[in-house]
């Protein structure tokens, strides 16, 4: 929410006061993995992420991967040449960027029942767990 430019309705602040449950696996951070950022609550992810452009072995385990990049390796390269500062652990880039548009190629879903099977499993227990703390906490 503290990073968008574009207004919001209070429908769309209330979703984006949203977070979402920490999903950590054993995906390493490496060049092109798209790594959800939070803050050090494991459950305080929200819409930050990172695009990585090396190795960060010191995320393995600790942030949510949840992607990676498949073509354009030239535009991380480019990405890589930005004046950058550091904060905390991450190093950023000086000036915001701003993505103007995405592509999501779907890729052989014939051979992905296994993977929707594991994800609709694991956004069933979310979405309990979810329920679960709105009730002790917001009943």
């Known amino acids: 929410m503290s990073g968008r430019t574009a207004p919001m309705n209070e429908e769309q602040k209330k979703e984006a006061e949203k977070t979402i449950v920490g999903e950590f696996s054993s995906v390493k951070h ?10 050090s609550d494991p459950d305080s992810a929200g819409s930050s992420f990172s695009i990585l452009l090396g190795n960060s072995p010191h995320l393995d385990g ?9 073509k ?15 904060e905390g652990i991450f190093v950023m880039p000086i000036e915001r960027i701003n993505i103007l548009s995405t592509y999501y190629y779907d890729i052989d879903l014939e051979s992905c029942e296994a993977e929707k099977s594991i994800l609709r ?12 703390w709105r009730r002790k906490c917001f009943a």
């Open 121 to 132: 499993r694991r956004l069933s227990e979310s979405a309990s767990e979810v329920e679960r």
């Open 30 to 39: 490496v060049r092109g993995i798209l790594s959800m950022g939070r803050h």
């Open 62 to 70: 600790q942030y949510a991967v949840f992607g990676r990049v498949t």
């Open 72 to 86: 354009g390796d030239d535009t991380l390269t480019k990405l890589e040449r930005l004046p950058t500062r550091r």
